[in-house]
């Protein structure tokens, strides 16, 4: 076993889109697992839209990431060594292990994957963080009912892949929102969404959304935010639900941003909108999995991954996620 | 019986604060009630901020105003000919009658008052529109908890006024926003709102709701908008409910207004927010009344008319209330 752990860390604190020098490589040792902890090898980690927000110095989901620490993240590995009965050597886990080649965790924190049910990069996808995110934001928040139409923006991204495949089996009527023609052709042609625009191409996007949400909109997931979010609220039929997983466009924001003002649009709608986080609904978790899990097997959700190799380029990865230049989700392959 | 009728029409279409100029005062001959409408003659007239959105071309609640039609509102009439079996000559009744003296309408339009029971200015205030705006507004759509902190904006106007005393009812603590120090003295010393703050003289609003919410804010009931909305939404707790009633602060605004956007802010505090209108609850109107009536006759609801006389003086009064200028509710006498 090696001696030494590989880590990014945060370097600076971006303002605007980050850059590569905002994170820094570093080598440690490798940490001793305390009581109850459990040591991890990393063997993929998750780069998701969501860890930009925690770069800020403002309140995200969680406590910011400082400068100094160890960028967060979440990660699928191997328990090396245990300190705590639930778990043993050889186990696979997946928890927030950050990005880094091991990993100490409180064994509490972490949830055992079965290897030979799935792939275990399944565990931060589908049978993960983005999977639940889709399954109880759409389901819990939005109840849609069959005959819907369900946007989604972000739609090629890990969350609204998933989401417009389960407003699919819920026979609703499924329509993306995504930045490139080839997202776009993956949201149609391989996932079965209903429509797709490319907001990057199209010269009117209210036109264009108009016209492939012809009935309206009943259902909006958002992971996006912005203009896009705009342009979607004034489609919204009455009784809309709108559920926000994310707001990836103003995670990069210097500035505080502004835009229209469409609460009246609620009354007349009498709309909602919901924010959500996933560990809301963490005493149910096991019913989202065990559901995503049947559809997987089922062939009813369809996936497809992108893997960098070496923790070294996480960075470089991330970023490129956060220009769009991604379709799939995107995991560094680290320690496999 | 006169056989001319007095209204007032929408003159010509306002582009931001409303004038005199705007509405213009009309002789008619007194209309015929056809197959199962009844003649009314109108007591009383409400006015209300949600009247100056049904000036503006764009959709409010409800169909435009057209310029040349008889300005819409609510108010309490006694019919005086009626071609329907559920009205007689003499009832009191109260429904969407106009800027009029004389009006018809269709019977099952109409909500008959029983004037023994309560003052009939009442079926225009607590036991109207504002007070089950109020009841379904608060109770339906936010779900007050004992101890939690309710917080008003608009609170001295007719439902917000109601909003506060029955999250005291509630056992929540209320807190009101409103403009003038009259209205503050209003809420605190004569409604019992456990506090207030005066917008329109407080240097920093923030720091005041800060302050006098000092547990953060659970549960806001809009009835105003842009930046009182902004500001109560930087304050709000995890799993926030956010009930939006009116956006008063933009029915006049002749350019669509901007302001900063806050999903993020929904996301991080899991909070919802819900606009609704009154109507969508219309089949549980019955128990709305039903609970209302008894706290007013258990003096847990306190209210406060404020009430001009004739309806030459409608358009004045209305616009003074678009000014923030009331304290009470506003009606205008019209036949009594």
Same mark, same amino acid.
């Given at each position: 076993m090696p001696s030494v752990n590989r880590q990014i860390t945060l370097a600076t604190r971006p303002v605007g889109m980050p850059q590569g020098a905002d994170f820094r490589l570093i080598e440690t040792p490798i940490p001793r697992p305390g009581a109850g902890e459990a040591l991890i090898r990393v063997l993929y980690l998750s780069l998701d839209p969501y860890l930009r927000a925690r770069m800020?110095?403002?309140?995200?989901?969680? /406590?910011p990431v400082q400068v100094g620490e160890v960028m967060a993240g979440e990660a699928v590995g191997e328990v090396i +060594?245990?300190? =705590?009965? /639930?778990m043993g050597r050889g186990d696979i886990v997946e928890g927030i292990?950050?990005?880094? +080649?091991y990993a100490v965790a409180h064994a509490k924190a972490l949830r055992k994957i079965d290897p030979q049910a799935f792939p275990v990069t399944t565990s931060l996808y589908v049978l993960g963080m983005p999977g639940l995110a889709a399954y109880f934001g759409l389901l819990d928040i939005c109840h849609p009912a069959p005959g819907e139409t369900v946007l989604i923006s972000g739609a090629a991204g890990a969350v609204g892949s998933l989401v417009g495949q389960i407003a699919r089996i819920k026979r609703c009527r499924a329509v993306g929102i995504a930045g490139s023609p080839e997202k776009v052709h993956y949201l149609t042609a +391989?996932?079965?969404? =209903?429509g797709a625009v490319n907001y990057n191409q199209t010269p009117d996007l209210y036109a264009a959304l108009k016209e492939i949400c012809s009935n309206g909109i009943d259902v909006y997931f958002d992971t996006v935010g912005g203009p896009i979010t705009d342009t979607a609220m004034r489609l919204i039929n009455n009784h809309a639900r709108i559920s926000v997983c994310g707001q990836s466009s103003q995670y990069n924001a210097a500035q505080p941003d502004v835009g229209p003002r469409w609460l009246s649009q609620l009354i007349v709608r009498q709309a909602r909108v919901e924010g959500f986080l996933v560990s809301q609904f963490s005493s149910r978790f096991e019913e989202g999995l065990r559901q995503l899990a049947t559809w997987l097997r089922e062939k009813k959700l369809h996936y497809r991954e992108e893997i960098v190799e070496g923790l070294p380029r996480a960075p470089e990865a991330f970023l490129d996620m956060l220009r769009g230049r991604h379709t799939g989700k995107l995991m560094v392959k680290i320690g496999a």
């Open positions: 800020n110095g403002a309140l995200s989901s969680a /406590r +060594e245990s300190n =705590d009965p /639930r292990l950050g990005w880094q +080649e +391989e996932l079965g969404f =209903d």
